[in-house]
């Protein structure tokens, strides 16, 4: 894989092996196991109206378009159960991941003791970020409902979020979408739908695994 890294190292394989073990923790609703990632999402509004589907003819959209700049979008993914919550916002700045969290934290799983987040290594998710948003002291409780494990430098396609943000965006992003309002308009819809029947991820890759297939990324321990 051209994104592992070219030599052996340490601090990747300690990240990918510490992120491998939390995948493989039986499931638990006092502490569940989520994984968090963002994308982006360009707004592209219509210079004019399409074409309707006909009888014999597809729908047809003019090739100019207008754009009317780019929107966020954080989902939060727990594998074992296929639970999935998308929140849309304008940016992706410090304070947007801390709100997410919050969200997470309060209104999807206020009854958890602990909530294991799986992050990459964004510069914004940190549990200083809560700090950035909040008071002390709401910073503080949020933080102590969170263990936050970050995949490996060059390892985020370890989240399992991505996972989950590829199958939204050829789903429900694969069009052109005008505005922030609609553009959440079309996340619930699709949430909505998932509803029905989640999809949980049955994650196969262990810490054994990794051991023998990406062998050439850990250290030589061979005496001199």
């Not at 939390?22 to 609703?29: F, G, L, M, S």
């Not at 707004?43 to 003019?62: D, I, K, N, S, Y």
């Not at 409780?141 to 989240?159: C, E, F, M, Q, V």
């Amino acid at each position: 894989m051209y994104c592992l890294p070219g030599k052996p190292s340490a601090e990747f394989v300690c990240c990918m092996e510490d992120v491998l073990d939390v995948y493989h923790r039986p499931y638990d609703p006092r502490r569940p196991v989520l994984c968090l990632d963002e994308t982006c999402k360009q707004l592209v509004g219509e210079t004019r109206q399409p074409l309707p589907v006909a009888p014999g003819c597809p729908a047809r959209f003019h090739h100019e378009y207008v754009r009317n700049g780019v929107a966020n979008l954080f989902m939060m993914l727990e594998p074992l159960t296929g639970q999935c919550h998308v929140r849309v916002s304008e940016r992706r700045a410090m304070r947007d991941w801390a709100l997410t969290v919050k969200e997470l934290v309060d209104v999807h799983y206020p009854e958890a003791e602990m909530i294991t987040l799986v992050v990459d290594n964004l510069s914004t998710h940190k549990k200083a970020a809560l700090y950035e948003t909040f008071e002390p002291a709401e910073a503080r409780r949020i933080a102590d409902k969170l263990d936050i494990h970050h995949t490996p430098k060059y390892g985020s396609w370890l989240n399992m979020a991505e996972i989950g943000l590829s199958i939204l965006s050829r789903q429900c992003l694969d069009r052109r979408i005008a505005t922030i309002q609609l553009l959440g308009r079309h996340v619930k819809a699709w949430l909505q739908q998932r509803l029905e029947n989640p999809p949980v991820i049955n994650w196969q890759f262990t810490t054994q695994d990794a051991r023998i297939k990406l062998k050439r990324l850990y250290p030589s321990l061979l005496a001199s």
